[in-house]
């Protein structure tokens, strides 16, 4: 039997999320654990008269590119992907791991060479979407691995899964306009502030976000969604931070992170375990070190935290910052081959005071 919940997410994906309208060249991707999502995503696109096409990755591919590739072959980006990326009008990506943590014995400096390379069509991507001529969206089938990393059963985590999109629900796209309403209150609220401090347990950070943008997250290009961000000025961050979970990034997982920042950039690291792969990523190039996206996550239906940065980073009562490239739409100007989120919890004994005012107390917004 057909899982209702499967259709409400395509259709929400394809209506609201990417908005996909007549002869829209629109990608498909995902692995082959995904398909029962990827074909009602393909259908409902097809009913609108959109042009979509599908690709099927597996990641043994990735990792047999890792151990073989030559540094030579690390650096040659095919001109049929700068191609692509040009020519769509929308791409969704549907994130359905068999094993994530299939790259964590790869030589880290592999994937730092390849981040760096591939930087140009990550540049034109995000330029693109900036001004709103690329539409884009990740989200998350429910896998075996995943709900393993999640302490979940495949049944939990289905339920997790739907439940975080509320595609649960009969209208799920009514309840995520509601959410953009509310989330533009906060955007409001911090429109036209100039300096953030962040003070949590072994975490007292500075920067500034004086002139930047917030951006309202409610479903479009993550799903699901949930947050507020921006892009802080390249160089104002100071002091440090201790991150509450593991952070995964490039199949690799991070633990107990600690960032030291001085003059917006990483002058100390630490970590308990994945120590070297995290400092060769933020070395890979100039803007690898500063920071490019400072978030609060604000979707109150997430809970618990699954080792997902898409679900993890947006739980309500965290925060997350990013190392690498901003978001050109923020004003960010921060350059880099590299975007890693990495999340702390602030629902306990976690502040955050805007030009000296207290904002936000243990995962909320004061008089919000």
């Keep these: 039997m057909k899982d209702i919940r499967l259709e409400r997410l395509a259709k929400v994906l394809v209506e609201y999320s990417l908005e996909i309208k007549k002869g829209d060249l629109f990608l498909i991707s995902g692995s082959e654990l995904t398909i029962p999502l990827l074909k009602e995503v393909y259908k409902h696109a097809l009913k609108l008269g959109a042009y979509p096409y599908v690709r099927i990755y597996d990641e043994d591919f990735n990792e047999i590119y890792y151990k073989f590739a030559s540094e030579e072959q690390l650096k040659f980006v095919s001109p049929l992907a700068e191609f692509e990326i040009k020519k769509i009008d929308a791409r969704l990506t549907v994130l359905g791991p ?12 592999k994937q730092a060479i390849r981040s760096a390379a591939t930087e140009k069509i990550h540049r034109i991507f995000l330029n693109r979407a900036a001004k709103k001529e690329l539409r884009w969206c990740l989200t998350q089938y429910p896998t075996p691995a995943a709900a393993q990393d999640a302490d979940m059963s495949l049944e939990e985590y289905e339920e997790f899964v739907f439940k975080a999109g509320y595609v649960d629900k009969r209208d799920p796209m009514k309840i995520w306009k509601g959410i953009k309403e509310w989330q533009d209150k906060i955007v409001r609220l911090l429109s036209g502030k100039k300096k953030l401090r962040i003070v949590a347990k072994d975490t007292d950070l500075t920067l500034s976000v004086e002139g930047r943008k917030w951006i309202n997250c409610h479903g479009k290009e993550n799903f699901p969604d949930g947050e507020v961000f921006t892009g802080p000025i390249e160089n104002s961050a100071n ?75 947006k739980i309500g009562g965290t925060i997350h910052i990013a190392v690498g490239s ?34 936000y107390k243990n995962g909320k917004f004061i008089n919000l």
């Design 98 to 109: 068999k094993n994530t943590k299939y790259l964590s014995n790869i030589d880290p400096k």
């Design 239 to 313: 002091g440090y931070i201790t991150y509450s979970f593991p952070s995964f990034h490039g199949g690799r997982e991070v633990r107990d992170i600690y960032l030291e920042f001085k003059r917006g950039r990483v002058v100390k690291a630490k970590a308990s375990k994945g120590e070297k792969f995290l400092k060769s990523m933020l070395s890979m190039d100039k803007g690898a070190s500063r920071i490019g996206e400072f978030s609060f996550g604000t979707n109150y239906a997430i809970k618990k935290y699954t080792n997902n940065t898409l679900f993890d980073e």
């Design 326 to 359: 901003g978001y050109p739409e923020t004003g960010s100007k921060n350059k880099s081959g590299l975007h890693w989120d990495m999340v702390l919890d602030m629902r306990k004994d976690g502040e955050v005071y805007a030009d000296g005012e207290l904002i």
